[in-house]
């Protein structure tokens, strides 16, 4: 009986971490989706400073000269001036954002999937210890470590991603002075989703320390009293 006590705990713990942590990605998801309008502002952007530098550079004129030319309303430069005005529509980024924008509206089912697997988790880990609790203070213990490794992750993220694009960028052979205008849109349309996630990742570990403690001290009293009465 006590290895399956043993099992039903552990089983429980990894649904029950796993769970959380899903539950707090979905929130990440949901603030990015409502960043994504910052997204497009910064795309947007550098798409037109894309579009300007090979423009510049084929052509042999300067950025006030080409705009200049647009002015003419030349019709020898229609397509050129019609991709500065709309560069996301030129450089076909648009389409990628909106793919982006479903992906993103899809994970954020992953919310209602955290909480389920919480609920089956913190279920497994009640008919492991069969008292309420033992099990809740476990409950308590696993969640504040599971929402505090959640603020380190998501305080790191911006390194991760600025690694993963430096080795993306180097296997691709993408000119480096791509790089920071890559950077600059992704990080600016993360900051705010990290920074939020990181505030609900510290409400929820402080939330589930105190819920630690209060536990503890109900089991220290459940058990004191269980001691006088023997």
Do not use: H
């Amino acid at each position: 009986m006590g290895i399956f006590k043993i099992m039903s705990r552990a089983f429980g713990g990894l649904l029950l971490v796993t769970g959380l942590f899903l539950f707090i990605f979905s929130f990440f998801i949901t603030y990015s989706l409502g960043n994504i309008p910052i997204l497009e502002e910064s795309v947007d952007e550098a798409s037109y400073e894309l579009l300007m530098s090979e423009i510049t550079t084929r052509s042999n004129l300067t950025e006030s000269e080409v705009l200049a030319l647009c002015e003419t309303g030349d019709e020898r430069a229609k397509d050129v001036c019609d991709a500065i005005d709309n560069p996301m529509e030129a450089t076909g980024l648009n389409d990628s954002i909106i793919s982006l924008e479903q992906g993103l509206k899809a994970l954020e089912g992953l919310r209602n999937l955290g909480i389920i697997l919480f609920l089956i988790g913190s279920l497994f880990i009640y008919l492991g210890y069969l008292n309420i609790l033992n099990a809740l203070f476990s409950i308590s213990v696993k969640s504040a470590i599971t929402s505090g490794f959640s603020i380190i992750v998501y305080k790191f993220t911006p390194n991760i991603i600025l690694k993963a694009l430096n080795s993306i960028i180097i296997e691709k052979n993408i000119p480096m002075e791509y790089f920071d205008i890559i950077r600059n849109v992704i990080l600016t349309w993360l900051k705010y989703p990290i920074n939020q996630t990181v505030i609900l990742s510290i409400i929820f570990t402080i939330m589930f320390i105190c819920l630690s403690i209060l536990f503890y001290m109900l089991k220290r009293k459940r058990l004191n009293k269980d001691n006088k009465k023997k």
